[in-house]
């Protein structure tokens, strides 16, 4: 997955925006207002900040070497996943939609319930 398809991956969940808060080179994509998945533009390797399940984020960050704990993110929540091939598209996809789930599940009924 490159860049352009893990954007429109993004974009095509319910109720996700994007923009750039930080700087010019910082992409957030929000459910709802809440930051699921976030990746640096200017970096030579393409990388993905993504909110896991501690406990899954520490058996990942042992199974792969590309999977680190979150740039400027709380690091028990947070995965940086670093897009080089070295784990499937399938898994790739799999750490979003968890991301994404995470995300919503803390979101109130109302709004979860919009998303439906």
């Known amino acids: 997955?490159?860049?352009e398809e893990f954007r429109a991956f993004c974009l095509d969940k319910p109720m996700v925006t994007e923009e750039f808060p930080f700087d010019e080179v910082t992409l957030v994509f929000k459910v709802c207002g809440k930051i699921f998945a976030l990746t640096g533009l200017d970096h030579l390797e393409f990388s993905?900040?993504?909110k896991c399940d501690p406990e899954r984020a520490l058996e990942l960050r042992e199974q792969y070497d590309s999977i680190r704990p979150g740039f400027h993110m709380h690091k028990k929540?947070?995965?940086?996943?670093i897009v080089d091939g070295s784990f499937s598209d399938e898994l790739f996809v799999d750490l979003i939609n968890h991301s994404y789930?995470?995300?919503v599940r803390g979101l109130p009924?109302?709004?979860r319930e919009k998303l439906d």
């Open 1 to 3: 997955m490159n860049i």
């Open 109 to 111: 009924k109302k709004l």
């Open 101 to 103: 789930d995470m995300v």
């Open 48 to 50: 993905v900040n993504l």
């Open 77 to 81: 929540h947070w995965n940086t996943v």
